[in-house]
């Protein structure tokens, strides 16, 4: 069943809210019968305004979920050592249960390893190579799986979407979308094929006129031509593109990956952009914050 505008839109703000109402119920749960109470830290170096943005986004969704959070703000100075101490010393803390770095951070530092340096078990983002691994294995399962991919699971499972059989294709291979997503399809029991920018432009174009469920995360507006997709299909949009746009007052408006209005027309479901995958993130976060396995790990 879909909800939104159109029949076959996605509200993704309505999942999302839905998700994180559960989210809530389950925190207080953890609060009352095991006296938990979740706890997320949120590392933040430097000094990007869209960085702050993104936290307080998360911040509030905490808020609204009864999960305390603890931003900890470090100045674009901060060195990787100084960068790993706050790191360790989050680990430690027995009242703090998933950490993430907001990324990007300054040029100087070194990501990989910073990342390394968050123990598995409070890796909320689902990014440590061990959750990755775990992902990537059958018969076992991640602590946290990461936020987006889960996010447009999520949609599917709540629109009822067939994935075992089915055919997914999955544009984009980045650490945060593209293969984590390709692996969860996988263990869904769809047949996956991934494809990236090295990929010839006419295979593109015949994966995605294969695809039953298509998923597009690469971040380039309007790539995937709306008559290639399948009628009947399932169209999920991850790609969050800025474009120009003189009408709108800050002089730009988003876009996702897909050409959107051609798409619609063939598509059994789709995700528009903004308003689909986007607000499915945080959701995910909060899940995976409040996530009873991981904490239960912890406790
Ligand atoms: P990324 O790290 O830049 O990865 C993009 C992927 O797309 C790469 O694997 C790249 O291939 C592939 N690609 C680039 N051009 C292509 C082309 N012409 N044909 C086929 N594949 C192509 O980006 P990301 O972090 O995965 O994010 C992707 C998009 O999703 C972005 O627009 C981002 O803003 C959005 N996003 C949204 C959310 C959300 O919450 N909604 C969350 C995360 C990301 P190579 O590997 O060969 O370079």
Redesign the pocket.
């Known amino acids: 069943m879909s909800q939104g505008g159109s029949s076959n839109v996605i509200d993704g703000r309505r999942i999302s809210q839905l998700v994180q109402e559960e989210v809530k119920l389950h925190v207080e749960q953890l609060k009352s019968e095991h006296g938990v109470e979740p706890g997320l830290a949120v590392l933040i170096i430097g000094d990007r305004t869209d960085s702050q943005v993104y936290v307080k986004h998360k911040v509030l969704a905490c808020e609204k979920c009864g999960i305390r959070s603890v931003k900890v703000e470090l100045g674009k100075e901060t060195t990787q050592e100084e960068a790993e101490r706050v790191v360790r010393e989050l680990n430690g803390d027995s009242s703090i249960h998933g950490i993430l770095v907001q990324l990007p951070i300054p040029e100087h530092l070194d990501e990989k390893k910073l990342l390394a340096e968050i123990s598995f078990e409070k890796d909320v983002d689902g990014f440590h190579p061990t959750n990755i691994g775990l992902l990537a294995m059958r018969d076992r399962k991640a602590l946290a799986q990461p936020c987006?991919p889960s996010?447009v699971m999520e949609i599917l499972r709540r629109e009822k979407v067939e994935t075992k059989g089915a055919k997914a294709v999955v544009?984009?291979?980045?650490n945060?979308?593209?293969i984590p997503m390709a692996l969860l399809l996988l263990k869904a029991n769809a047949t996956v094929e991934v494809?990236?920018?090295?990929?010839p432009r006419a295979e593109?174009e015949s994966a995605v006129k294969s695809a039953d469920i298509l998923v597009v995360?690469?971040?380039?507006a309007g790539?995937v031509d709306g008559s290639w997709i399948k009628e009947g299909s399932v169209v999920i949009d991850?790609?969050?593109?800025s474009i120009p746009d003189a009408s709108k007052k800050n002089g730009y408006r988003l876009v996702g990956?897909v050409q959107y209005d051609e798409a619609a027309k063939r598509a059994k479901l789709i995700t528009p952009v903004p308003g689909g995958?986007?607000p499915?993130?945080v959701a995910m976060l909060m899940h995976n914050t409040e996530g009873g396995r991981r904490v239960a790990s912890l406790t």
């Not at 544009?171 to 980045?174: A, L, N, T």
């Not at 995360?217 to 380039?220: D, I, M, N, P, Q």
């Not at 991850?238 to 593109?241: K, P, Q, S, T």
């Open positions: 987006t996010g544009v984009g291979r980045s945060i979308v593209g494809v990236h920018s090295q990929t593109l995360a690469a971040g380039k790539l991850v790609g969050m593109n990956d995958v986007g499915m993130t």
